[in-house]
């Protein structure tokens, strides 16, 4: 006879919280046992030897193993990796209350633990891009992006490209305002202590989100862990022309005692770019910590983050064929930055005191949070969640933006350091060793000749169009968000608030600066010398001119937000639920804009009248412009969901949202002038009808929608080359509508194999549009407003989707992910059209024990040259709306801006786990 022996063990997640219902088979024995509340399973009466046990659970990867039974009672503890393809993933995001994927009434979509470590996303909006059915424009960086869905997307602009949706950190938003050059992607960084990414596309997020009717994006960190534990990560890699990278995470969690938990996490990362630079294109990192304790009735959880970290933003490429871009003057898609060197200034800001200037430092943001979050029963069915939050952020932009073609026979190239008279023999240095680069006789511009070298030359016969931007923004922001919840028999009924005040100033001035127009600009140090006259300084020793005469806003304002929500889940029958609910919400923007002044001084900011290049300083004049305006509506949403078969289910959801305007309007608009009246609310519909499928082997979900916008606010970023300003053109109110089809598809032939489809296919058009036509000077007699109906909406590809094809056995994954891109207009006009692309992306990787694993990434496989983004003609103050069909004709051979995508980079991940 044998010996009977009993097997225990546990089953846990990655977080090492419990499994419970997994189920535990015993192959050769034809045994099957569950595990309980607490992971624990038991399976009596087995036979000494090696046996293959099998474990399973909805919403996880199955795991098989073999294991060896000894005479005495035996032990093992298991992990579960997620299922990313299961449609039974608990989400809290969109909703008033946790619930199933396949029972939501809107289209949701999840990137689990499992599946983010899989990836090395290139920043959040690069990530983002992994779910289905987001447009997402990353070609910039980690910083500048675009994110938005279904064709709301007309107000996103590159500096505003998160205009309808909410980016939050577990559950609330980043940050509540935006304006240009600031962002919520300035202040979110994804790591180890990020457990899964939510996201909600357009639908609930109408009731459920702060002024953000297009969708939302929910990093959630990482929760408790019962028993003290951790990972290390180094993540090691090179982009493009082998520019190193390289990132360290850690995560430390566990047990405090007495029902106290407690997570500690963050990063550091140097990355030398994607691109060629001669500085370190990003630098810094984070910490975040959560604190929780649970009792009977809920948790209580502190938490805090403090992050300081510095990228910068990539500029575009010259191209020239407007049917087939090609790039020109020896740049190309993969390696061309065209950003500034390495250089440090002082530029004045008003009349005693001047601000520092180094573009290495790019974008430096700082954000210092601290938060409270509860859920508590009260009894009865009733419970109380409340999450409230702190912060206090600065962004301080010291980058380059343009990068336009500047000729030396351009009249411009010398009067936009705003100098008297710079006409004669111009002398360029090089600014870092005070080398002759050239000299230029430029007499004959002004009769429309061309100007001669007198000796030397410059590359190209031109001058990088490029500016000093400086941009520095302080919030001081609080947020809270609280739901009463009572469940009954057939009904669950939340109601509640949001909270939301910021408090902010901003300063943005731009200088000319002079350098050369190539790969790698070097800095040019300008003089005007001529016979018999006084030598003058057309530029600093670093060659900066025009000092902060480009471009002058300073404003500060405060936000005040609050919303009323009430929403319904009504469980009709068992197979049918209908969940309907309102926001009424109400906006208050206060705040005050200084006029510009031109600095009135003898000889500029140093008194000095051979120093041409400090007369045009732009400061504050004693003249304030005040705002005050409230902006009130009401949201509602209903959907309903029917379950035609346990793992199938059909919903639909009809929502009309409203998104009140941003700072933007206030600061943007309205140069010198008083602010009259208040910006409009746009009115936003939107249809989605869907359905999802789930089984073992088969994940789908499609969902047709229909979007509408209404009161959309758009204006250009233009240049006045007779004052040598920029300025922004009138706001013009237009609207649009898309209709479009979004599918979700997983498919597993074998359990080592996984197929997934994602993709889709839409027709975003304009309704009623206008452009307003500066004609390139602020002098509004010459102005015309241009009709644009019924055309596409730029940057809103007809199709895209993505295949991956995962192999996953035991200890050892591969995959490879091609991801297509279609066409895109570059404009309103639809004058010019963005070609398609593709990407391939590989990944592999191997868990050697409990303890270590190695994974290997390639993005971009092939090094594709796809181009993202579109700025308009390569001149100086160019915008993309100037490319119309008629100037296109008009200017054949006409060379423009593309912003293409990130070369390839290559990465190794070596993450140690205890």
């Known amino acids: 006879m044998f010996s009977q022996i009993q097997f225990t063990g546990t089953v846990r997640n990655r977080e090492q919280a419990p499994i419970e219902a997994a189920i535990i088979h015993i192959d050769n024995q034809h045994k099957n046992t569950f595990t309980n509340k607490k992971g624990f399973f038991v399976v009596e009466n087995l036979s000494k030897g090696t046996h293959l046990i099998t474990i399973s659970c909805l919403g996880y990867q199955k795991k098989s193993q073999h294991f060896f039974v000894s005479e005495n009672n035996s032990t093992a503890d298991f992990v579960l990796e997620t299922s990313y393809e299961s449609l039974n993933t608990v989400v809290v995001t969109g909703t008033f209350d946790p619930r199933k994927q396949l029972e939501s009434t809107t289209s949701v979509s999840v990137l689990s633990n499992d599946r983010l470590q899989k990836l090395i996303p290139r920043g959040t909006a690069d990530l983002i891009h992994n779910i289905p059915g987001t447009f997402t424009d990353a070609s910039a ?34 940050s509540l305002i935006q304006h240009s050059y600031y962002s919520p992607d300035l202040f979110y960084r994804s790591d180890l202590t990020t457990k899964r990414l939510e996201a909600v596309k357009g639908g609930s997020a109408t009731i459920t989100a702060m002024n953000a009717p297009g969708g939302i994006y929910n990093f959630i960190s990482q929760d408790k862990r019962e028993a003290f534990g951790g990972q290390v990560q180094w993540t090691s890699g090179i982009q493009g022309n082998a520019n190193p990278y390289q990132k360290i995470e850690f995560l430390l969690n566990g047990d405090l005692g007495n029902h106290w938990f407690y997570n500690v996490g963050g990063h550091y990362r140097k990355d030398d770019g994607a691109r060629d630079v001669d500085f370190t294109f990003s630098k810094g990192g984070q910490v975040k910590l959560n604190i929780i304790k649970d009792n009977d009735y809920g948790y209580f959880k502190f938490y805090a983050k403090v992050l300081d970290d510095k990228t910068n933003r990539w500029n575009g490429v010259t191209a020239t064929n407007w049917s087939n871009p090609t790039p020109v003057y020896g740049q190309d898609f993969n390696h061309t930055s065209q950003l500034l060197p390495s250089f440090s200034a002082n530029i004045p800001k008003d009349a005693t005191s001047t601000t520092a200037f180094d573009p290495t430092q790019g974008v430096y943001a700082k954000d210092l949070m601290a938060g409270f979050d509860f859920t508590q029963t009260l009894g009865n069915d009733w419970s109380l969640k409340n999450n409230l939050k702190f912060s206090n952020k600065s962004a301080n932009w010291q980058t380059t933006i343009s990068n336009a073609f500047v000729s030396i026979n351009n009249p411009l190239a010398y009067f936009i350091t705003g100098a008297g008279f710079p006409i004669g023999n111009v002398v ?7 080398e002759e680069v050239a000299q230029v006789n430029n007499s004959a511009i002004l009769s429309g000749g061309a100007a001669s070298y007198l000796s030397g030359h410059l590359p190209n016969d031109a001058l990088l169009g490029g500016a000093a931007w400086y941009k520095d923004t302080q919030a001081t922001e609080i947020m809270e968000h609280l739901v009463l919840r009572k469940q009954f028999e057939h009904h669950d009924l939340n109601a509640g608030f949001d909270f939301g005040y910021s408090n902010t100033d901003h300063n943005t001035s731009s200088s000319f600066v002079f350098a050369t127009y190539e790969n790698n600009p070097r800095n040019l140090s300008v003089t005007l010398e001529n016979p018999g006259s006084p030598v003058i300084q057309l530029s600093d020793q670093n060659g900066v001119s025009n000092y902060g005469g480009l471009f002058f806003e300073k404003a500060s304002a405060t936000l005040q937000q609050t919303a009323w929500f009430v929403n319904d889940l009504w469980n009709v029958s068992p ?72 793992n199938t289910a059909a919903f639909v959801r009809y929502s009309r949202g409203n998104k009140a305007p941003e700072f933007d309007y206030y600061f943007n608009n309205f140069s010198n002038v008083p602010i009259p009246k208040k910006g409009e609310i746009q009115q936003i519909k939107q249809l989605e009808v869907g359905i999802k499928q789930n089984s073992n082997y088969v994940s789908f979900s499609g969902t047709f929608f229909y979007s509408e916008l209404k009161n959309i606010g758009t204006t250009n970023f233009e240049f006045d080359g007779d004052s040598n300003t920029v300025f922004y053109t009138p706001t013009q109110f237009n609207s649009s509508k898309t209709i479009g089809l979004e599918v979700e598809t997983s498919y597993k032939p074998f359990d080592f194999l996984t197929l997934q489809l994602n993709g889709v296919f839409q027709n975003a058009k304009s309704k009623l549009w206008t452009i307003y036509d500066a004609n390139g000077t602020v002098d509004a007699s010459d102005d015309t407003i241009l009709n644009y109906n019924n055309h596409t909406l730029p940057f809103n590809p007809d199709l895209m989707f993505d295949f991956k094809t995962t192999f996953q056995k035991n200890s050892f994954y591969a995959f490879a992910t091609y991801k297509y891109m279609g066409k895109r207009y570059g404009n309103i006009s639809n004058g010019f059209e963005l070609p398609s692309y593709a990407t391939v992306d590989l990944g592999t990787g191997y868990t050697f024990d409990e303890k270590w694993s190695l994974s290997l990434n390639v993005v971009n496989l092939l090094n594709s040259d796809g181009l993202a983004n579109f700025f308009g003609p390569n001149s100086f103050g160019g915008n993309a709306n100037q490319a119309t069909p008629e100037y296109i004709k008009a200017n054949p051979s006409e060379n423009f801006i593309v912003v293409p995508i990130l070369p390839r980079g290559i990465f190794t991940k070596l993450n140690y786990q205890f």
């Open 141 to 174: 960086g980690e910083v500048f992006t675009k994110v938005y869905s279904r064709g709301i997307s007309a107000s996103a602009e590159d500096d505003l490209g998160w205009y309808y949706t909410s980016l939050q950190e577990d559950g609330l938003p980043v």
């Open 428 to 434: 360029f240095r090089n600014a870092q060793n005070n």
């Open 575 to 646: 197979k049918f639920q209908v969940d309907a609910g309102f926001r009424l919400e109400t906006i208050n923007h206060k705040g005050t804009k200084h006029r510009a002044t031109p600095l009135e001084q003898d000889g500029g900011f140093d008194e000095n009248i051979t120093t041409d290049y400090d007369n045009g300083v732009l400061t504050s004049s004693n003249v304030k412009d005040r705002f005050d305006f409230d902006y009130k509506y009401l949201s509602y949403s209903i959907g309903m969901n029917y379950k035609i078969q346990e």
